[in-house]
């Protein structure tokens, strides 16, 4: 007589092979933990053995073993969300199988790791109303600090993605949904083949790939004083920017502006002789990012997994010359009521109209100029974070080839696009793409100043267009309009 406990674990360990031979279709085997037969953890697929080609029908086939495999937890409550993660955390949206699905990751921005649903509660309602979404993606998000400097955070987000290409089955590349600087840590994880290989495709939403002007320190302080009057203006708006990147440096460090387009002055030593003095040494040498020029120009990874999304609030220095004065002096009340006096409440939206005001207002260098040239506009088309230009993830060269001043520029820069698909949207701020607000109540129905022709969409509906792939206008040469115009530019070759 076997004791009972040997008897079970000698049935649980020829089970799989009798659920296989059972198999009405062959397509899949269980794999068990004989540690735990009746527990409902869940299980990762096993591809029916296929038979080698010089085998007959009925041989013996190879057959992988898989091990079972932990169900990742759903996301925390707020009270295990006040922790500082010390690593990269995956979740589930829900407890429901993934089956025929393909895994759908949500990678938050700056701050997203102390939010409930990491941020992602309003986009995930919108895109669970959809049947086709439903049937098609499952859910997942990954949590990391967003205080730590990227290439700290880099090697664990790299081992995420292998878990969760694992987890899906290992046969289901990834496709990934990611905010701001969510987009630069999956942008730096490509640079691993593997990794690149477990992706399908990303979808970026305000990512500054070539950085910000925002993130260079003494370059945003001297254009403060530059463009500012009145001492109180200058020492209110220098000490706020002085205290919120003093809890921030890591983004002076990862994301500060890469200067493709030479437009950093070269100034020197500047202070300034009031309470709360400004001062500081701006130089390119000092401000520039050589790092982000060699993820941009060194790390070859395949950009046509990427769609990216760009966007950009209107203010003053958009609007032609002859109109800009007297749209000043007529709109500054509103200003004040909608944007300075909330802004100095910390609300989201009238601090991105109010940092989107003050870098389209930055002092720059000008080639064949000694002296920094005052109101440029240079930067004018951004959504409170990140430039348009840095937003579409556009090729180096094509920054100094192709500045972006006005709204009729854009169109300018359809011919220098590399990556899958890009989009730009007139009228929104870094965090339209998360809560779906536009200003002073306008439609929430967004057109693609890329795209002009194809029907306008929330920005919501835009995100389910390019997750599903569905169909879009068509030009006569029968491929699609954007496509149409991703013709070589010679100029950037």
Same mark, same amino acid.
């Given at each position: 007589?076997?004791?009972?406990?040997?008897?079970?674990?000698?049935?649980?360990?020829?089970?799989?092979?009798?659920?296989?031979?059972?198999?009405?279709?062959?397509?899949? @085997?269980? =794999?068990?933990?004989? *540690?735990?037969?009746? !527990?409902?953890?869940?299980?990762?697929?096993?591809?029916?053995?296929?038979?080698?080609? $010089?085998?007959?029908?009925?041989?013996?086939?190879?057959?992988?073993?898989?091990? !079972?495999?932990?169900?990742?937890?759903?996301?925390?409550?707020?009270?295990? /969300?006040?922790?500082?993660?010390?690593?990269?955390?995956?979740?589930?949206?829900? *407890?429901?199988?993934?089956?025929?699905?393909?895994?759908?990751?949500?990678? #938050?921005?700056?701050?997203?790791?102390?939010?409930?649903?990491?941020?992602?509660?309003?986009?995930?309602?919108?895109? &669970?109303? $959809?049947?086709?979404?439903?049937?098609?993606?499952?859910?997942?998000?990954?949590?990391?600090?967003?205080?730590?400097?990227?290439?700290?955070?880099?090697?664990?987000?790299?081992?995420?993605?292998?878990?969760?290409?694992?987890?899906?089955?290992?046969?289901?590349?990834?496709?990934?949904? =990611?905010?701001?600087?969510?987009?630069?840590?999956?942008?730096?994880?490509?640079?691993?083949? $593997?990794?690149?290989?477990?992706?399908?495709?990303?979808?970026?939403?305000?990512?500054?790939? #070539?950085?910000?002007?925002?993130?260079?320190?003494?370059?945003?302080?001297?254009?403060?004083?530059?463009? #500012?009057?009145?001492?109180?203006?200058?020492?209110?708006?220098?000490?706020?920017?002085?205290?919120?990147?003093? &809890?921030?440096?890591?983004?002076?460090?990862?994301?500060?502006?890469?200067?493709?387009?030479?437009?950093?002055?070269?100034?020197?030593?500047?202070?300034?002789?009031?309470?709360?003095?400004?001062?500081?040494?701006?130089?390119?040498?000092?401000?520039?990012?050589?790092?982000? +020029?060699?993820?941009? $120009?060194?790390?070859?990874?395949?950009?046509?997994?990427?769609? @990216?999304?760009?966007?950009?609030?209107?203010?003053?220095?958009?609007?032609?010359?002859?109109?800009?004065?007297?749209?000043?002096?007529?709109?500054?009340?509103?200003?004040?009521?909608? @944007? %300075?006096?909330?802004?100095?409440?910390?609300?989201?939206?009238?601090?991105?109209?109010?940092?989107?005001?003050?870098?389209?207002?930055?002092?720059?260098?000008?080639?064949?100029?000694?002296?920094?040239?005052?109101?440029?506009?240079?930067?004018?088309?951004?959504?409170?974070?990140?430039?348009?230009?840095?937003?579409?993830?556009?090729? %180096?060269? =094509?920054?100094? %080839?192709?500045?972006?001043?006005?709204?009729?520029?854009?169109?300018?820069?359809? !011919?220098?696009?590399?990556?899958?698909?890009?989009?730009?949207?007139?009228?929104?701020?870094?965090?339209?793409?998360?809560?779906?607000?536009?200003?002073?109540?306008?439609?929430?129905?967004?057109?693609?100043?890329?795209?002009? *022709?194809?029907?306008?969409?929330?920005?919501?509906?835009?995100? /389910?267009?390019?997750?599903?792939?569905?169909? *879009?206008?068509?030009?006569?040469?029968?491929?699609?309009? +954007?496509?149409?115009?991703?013709?070589?530019?010679?100029?950037?070759?």
């Amino acid at each position: 007589m076997y004791p009972k406990k040997q008897i079970v674990t000698a049935v649980l360990a020829i089970l799989p092979a009798i659920l296989c031979n059972l198999s009405a279709d062959g397509a899949e @085997c269980i =794999a068990l933990s004989p *540690e735990s037969p009746s !527990s409902a953890t869940a299980v990762t697929p096993v591809p029916a053995p296929v038979p080698e080609p $010089d085998k007959a029908p009925g041989a013996p086939l190879k057959q992988e073993v898989t091990l !079972s495999v932990t169900p990742l937890p759903l996301p925390p409550d707020a009270k295990k /969300l006040k922790v500082r993660p010390t690593t990269v955390e995956l979740f589930q949206h829900d *407890e429901e199988p993934i089956g025929n699905r393909r895994p759908l990751l949500l990678l #938050h921005g700056l701050n997203g790791e102390y939010k409930q649903g990491f941020r992602w509660e309003r986009v995930v309602e919108e895109f &669970q109303k $959809d049947a086709q979404f439903r049937d098609s993606y499952k859910i997942y998000y990954a949590r990391f600090d967003t205080y730590s400097l990227l290439a700290s955070t880099k090697p664990e987000f790299k081992k995420a993605i292998r878990e969760l290409y694992n987890y899906a089955g290992g046969n289901r590349p990834i496709t990934i949904v =990611a905010l701001s600087l969510g987009g630069n840590l999956v942008q730096e994880a490509m640079e691993d083949i $593997d990794v690149q290989h477990s992706i399908d495709k990303v979808i970026t939403l305000g990512t500054p790939f #070539h950085g910000s002007p925002l993130f260079c320190y003494d370059w945003m302080r001297y254009s403060l004083i530059k463009t #500012h009057e009145l001492p109180w203006v200058r020492a209110d708006l220098g000490v706020s920017y002085k205290l919120y990147f003093k &809890q921030h440096p890591n983004l002076l460090a990862d994301l500060r502006w890469d200067n493709s387009d030479n437009g950093i002055p070269n100034v020197g030593k500047f202070k300034t002789h009031i309470p709360f003095s400004i001062g500081g040494n701006l130089t390119p040498a000092r401000m520039d990012n050589p790092r982000i +020029l060699k993820v941009n $120009d060194e790390i070859r990874i395949d950009k046509s997994k990427f769609i @990216c999304y760009g966007g950009y609030l209107l203010t003053p220095y958009v609007t032609p010359h002859k109109t800009r004065a007297w749209r000043k002096a007529v709109g500054w009340p509103w200003w004040f009521v909608t @944007c %300075t006096v909330p802004y100095h409440m910390a609300f989201e939206h009238p601090v991105l109209r109010a940092l989107n005001y003050e870098m389209g207002n930055m002092v720059i260098g000008e080639a064949g100029s000694a002296k920094p040239v005052l109101h440029s506009s240079r930067y004018s088309l951004n959504d409170g974070i990140t430039p348009l230009v840095s937003a579409l993830f556009l090729p %180096t060269k =094509a920054l100094a %080839t192709h500045p972006i001043n006005r709204e009729p520029d854009i169109k300018n820069i359809r !011919s220098s696009i590399d990556v899958r698909r890009a989009r730009a949207f007139r009228q929104i701020d870094h965090i339209t793409f998360i809560d779906n607000y536009r200003p002073d109540g306008l439609s929430k129905s967004l057109r693609d100043e890329l795209s002009p *022709e194809l029907p306008s969409r929330t920005v919501f509906d835009w995100m /389910l267009t390019d997750l599903l792939d569905r169909g *879009e206008s068509v030009a006569a040469g029968g491929e699609s309009s +954007l496509e149409a115009s991703k013709t070589p530019n010679p100029s950037l070759e």
